[in-house]
């Protein structure tokens, strides 16, 4: 019997049997049936049967959330209801998509939830390393900077991952998409760029250091990029899309991006520490009330480095700084958070779950 044989036959039989069932398909996390009748589900059982993290009805779905072995279990519900093999349907693929918010927290978390897992062991060894720093390892040793090269690595090229995950989310070519986030990060390209450099009398900039780290940026590319890719395959004649879409969706894309797209991010970015300097001023108890419950969500899309100037010269003038102190309450808030529903829950399946939780709790404030 496979590892998850009997997880399936359950399943099976609690959505109300093979007979109850007109189709199955699966996506990143989710087994997604449609039941000929939803009220044969025994949701309650469903919910709490260990292997399942929970049950959702969406958009005429019967969804049972399983996590990253999905497809494992989705083999062997098909064996046990001898089903069709329905295949794998995007994470987004709920038919209704709800309101602004609900579709806005949807795109966030199918951009970065393929490789949350890598994600937190990268930040993970980012903090090692900085441990390691904090007792006096010598930065120059070959153990440290071994270190610090396996946990920066994947930061380093963020855009490069993000780029993959949102080809998915936004339906364009996946090569496409990395090839626009290897322009980003092209080596030498920051340092090569003067204050005279246009392109057709237009300022050719980029921020300090480039687009290494940056999320905002790519994510923006890549939905530009998927708009002109999906306009280009509609015009082109079949003998050319080959070559033509793409190269015609880079030509476009690429100099948007560095001449506008990402002029818009690093904007954002700057207004971000402007707004943050003036709530200091008028109250460093309101402004680190609001870093302290922003600050994560700023890190996830890169808007953060706004205040990373002001810190900096804040060290420059007076020695030290404080700007960015309450940016460390968020890691120890959802440790603790974590550490009462470990404490208080009674199911087991979310104690399991709790390791995980918190090793991915710290991982944004790297």
Request: hydrophobic share 50%; charged share 15%; net charge neutral.
């Amino acid at each position: 019997m496979a590892k998850y044989t009997q997880l399936a036959e359950d399943i099976v039989d609690k959505v109300g049997g093979k007979e109850n069932v007109k189709e199955v398909r699966h996506c990143v996390t989710r087994l997604r049936f449609y039941l000929k009748d939803e009220s044969k589900a025994n949701t309650e059982y469903l919910k709490k049967r260990d292997g399942v993290v929970t049950v959702m009805q969406a958009g005429g779905q019967y969804q049972v959330v399983i996590g990253n072995h999905v497809p494992e279990v989705y083999e062997e519900v098909l064996k046990a209801g001898n089903f069709a093999d329905g295949g794998e349907v995007d994470a987004d693929d709920d038919g209704e998509k709800g309101n602004l918010f609900d579709r806005f927290i949807d795109v966030v978390s199918g951009l970065f939830q393929p490789f949350l897992g890598v994600l937190a062991a990268a930040g993970i060894l980012k903090g090692v390393t900085a441990l390691m720093a904090a007792t006096g390892v010598d930065a120059t040793s070959g153990i440290y900077l071994l270190m610090n090269t396996i946990g920066d690595g994947l930061f380093q090229y963020l855009p490069m991952v993000l780029a993959v995950s949102a080809s998915k989310k936004f339906k364009m070519n996946t090569y496409t998409a990395v090839a626009i986030a290897g322009a980003l990060v092209y080596p030498g390209l920051a340092e090569s760029l003067t204050e005279a450099t246009n392109i057709l009398g237009l300022n050719f900039t980029l921020p300090a250091g480039g687009y290494y780290n940056t999320v905002l940026p790519v994510i923006l590319a890549i939905f530009l990029a998927s708009k002109v890719e999906r306009f280009m395959k509609k015009i082109t004649p079949d003998v050319m899309k080959l070559f033509a879409v793409p190269m015609v969706t880079l030509l476009v894309t690429i100099p948007l991006t560095f001449l506008l797209v990402g002029p818009i991010a690093n904007t954002a970015s700057d207004w971000i520490g402007i707004a943050f300097s003036a709530i200091y001023n008028f109250s460093p108890i309101v402004y680190g009330l609001v870093l302290g419950v922003s600050w994560q969500i700023m890190v996830m899309f890169g808007l953060h480095w706004g205040l990373v100037p002001i810190a900096i010269l804040d060290v420059a003038q007076n020695g030290s700084s404080v700007i960015l102190t309450a940016a460390v309450l968020p890691s120890f808030t959802q440790v603790g958070v974590l550490a009462a529903i470990y404490l208080k829950t009674k199911e087991d399946k979310v104690k399991k779950r709790y390791i995980t939780y918190t090793n991915l709790s710290n991982l944004w404030s790297y």
